[in-house]
């Protein structure tokens, strides 16, 4: 029998969703100064609106004092985190859509929920005349989505609820044993990189391209926010064609790396410890090398170029996009779209597996590659060995793990449940028409949080399909189990006793 949610737990849900609203109301408030000082008034209209009512949910929600001494259950935190990522971006439309550059408004939410999930998708139009302002939310909402919204709120709460807010963003591994420390040391990561990556992109910007100071700061900005969360969206409409050089395409490809590895890795490295027998650094490392080889052998079979230097450069390039789940490209999507044969199934591959667990990207996630591979492995040896004989099964992540039978069956569920996901999406963009390379590519773009396109999103595309790929987005940002337990917790509202 379902138990009907109190009116003590619908508070206290709106209570910690407004505390995660008021994060927004102080992330737009950078915007707002640039929309300021580049004397942008209409777009700053629209981001004082959206401080003004994210302010006033987040204040009116802070009033409902749910009882401090009431036990959080581990579902409080699944559901908050599954209702952050459908109503956050609402809000965040509010400058997107102000802004004229959509046809209709869930185009807006579109574009937001694909900046904040770190997917890259976009529907936007006229992108190179958009103001500096909104541009600059775009990514900033890459940048909240990538670090993860509810961190940014764990930083200013406590509570019981804290762990299951944690781990409803999708993160598996908690680096310390407070989560409020371990959300300010992805922060401090990230921030880290900020500097550095923000400067080296703003040299690059001057010196090589050409660009004054605050031209190249906003670029060096915007592309590594969209870098490091590995989120692919561009403040050009060409994408990282606009810069046209290899210096710069090295450098992001080095923040997309850093932006797909675990904060735990970081962490790992930060204190000068061994990672190579790291069970996530290997398979990150081997499946990168295949596809990375697929990739370019199968370019130079349709004939891309007659060089090994632009071949591999564009291979090279494209394949770490794909693997982070990061999106850029360095092609325009008509050329991208005649790509076909091993090319085509290289860049799909990396997309499906994604980057690190505990990371900015999506997608399967190299350790459950890793752990479901030892699995097979260690079942193979179990059958040629002698009876009695015993295979350890451990893996090597931050020290020694036991591989059990629980951690296998998560494993083999949640990989399963992407592999539907992938074509389920593609069975949508089918039923419509589209050819079934293209309706797998986009389904898995879409999915495993990537951006990349071939053509099928589009602002004339069917509203079902857009619908479908939003909650492709949604869905697979959250990794299935926070939607699971929002789903419940909405049937239980409704047929609970």
């Known amino acids: 029998m379902l138990l009907r949610p109190t009116i003590e737990d619908h508070r206290s849900l709106a209570h910690d969703l407004g505390r995660i609203i008021g994060v927004v109301a102080m992330a737009a408030v950078i915007p707002l100064v640039w929309a300021l000082a580049q004397a942008e008034w209409r777009a700053a209209s629209h981001f004082l609106l959206l401080i003004g009512v994210t302010t006033a949910v987040s204040a009116a929600a802070d009033r409902l004092h749910p009882d401090p001494g009431r036990a959080v259950d581990w579902s409080h935190g699944m559901v ?244 982070t789940g990061t999106g850029f490209t360095t092609v325009s999507i008509p050329e991208m779209a005649t790509w076909s044969g091993l090319a085509f199934a290289g860049i799909t591959i990396a997309m499906a597996l994604g980057g690190m667990s505990s990371s900015t990207a999506g997608g399967v996630k190299s350790l459950r590659i890793g752990l479901a591979f030892r699995a097979m492995r260690d079942t193979v040896r179990e059958a040629l060995l002698p009876d009695g004989a015993v295979v350890p099964q451990t893996y090597q992540q931050y020290g020694t793990q036991r591989i059990g039978a629980n951690l296998i069956r998560s494993v083999f569920s949640i990989s399963l449940l992407y592999v539907a996901l992938y074509l389920f999406g593609a069975a949508v963009a089918l039923g419509f028409g589209y050819e079934l390379g293209p309706a797998l590519f986009e389904s898995i773009s879409a999915s495993a949080a990537v951006g990349l396109s071939v053509g099928v999103v589009a602002p004339d595309m069917p509203l079902l399909l857009e619908l479908t790929y939003m909650a492709q987005m949604w869905v697979g940002r959250l990794e299935f189990i926070a939607v699971a337990a929002l789903l419940g917790f909405g049937a239980s509202t409704v047929f609970g006793k």
């Open 80 to 323: 908050v985190a599954a209702l952050t990522w459908l109503v956050v971006p609402a809000f965040a439309t509010v400058p997107l859509w102000g802004s004229g550059h959509y046809g209709r408004w869930i185009d807006s939410y579109f574009d937001a929920m694909s900046g904040l999930t770190t997917t890259g998708l976009s529907l936007i139009q006229d992108l190179d005349h958009l103001p500096e302002s909104v541009n600059l939310w775009r990514h900033i909402l890459q940048f909240l989505g990538g670090q993860g919204i509810v961190l940014a709120a764990l930083m200013f709460l406590a509570g019981s609820g804290a762990l299951s807010l944690f781990e409803g963003e999708g993160r598996e591994h908690r680096i310390f044993p407070n989560v409020r420390t371990t959300a300010r040391f992805i922060w401090l990561v990230s921030a880290t990189h900020a500097v550095i990556g923000i400067g080296i992109l703003t040299l690059d910007g001057v010196f090589v391209q050409g660009f004054g100071v605050r031209r190249a700061f906003f670029h060096g900005a915007t592309i590594f926010m969209a870098a490091f969360d590995t989120g692919g969206f561009s403040p050009m409409s060409t994408s990282i064609v606009y810069y046209n050089s290899p210096i710069f395409e090295a450098i992001v490809g080095v923040l997309m790396i850093a932006g797909a590895m675990s904060f735990g890795l970081h962490h790992a490295i930060w204190n000068r410890r061994r990672v190579g027998k790291n069970i996530e650094v290997r398979t990150f490392a081997f499946t990168m090398g295949v596809t990375l080889v697929v990739t370019i052998f199968g370019l130079a079979l349709i004939g891309v170029t007659d060089e090994l230097y632009p071949l591999v450069r564009v291979g090279a390039f494209h394949v770490i996009s794909a693997h």
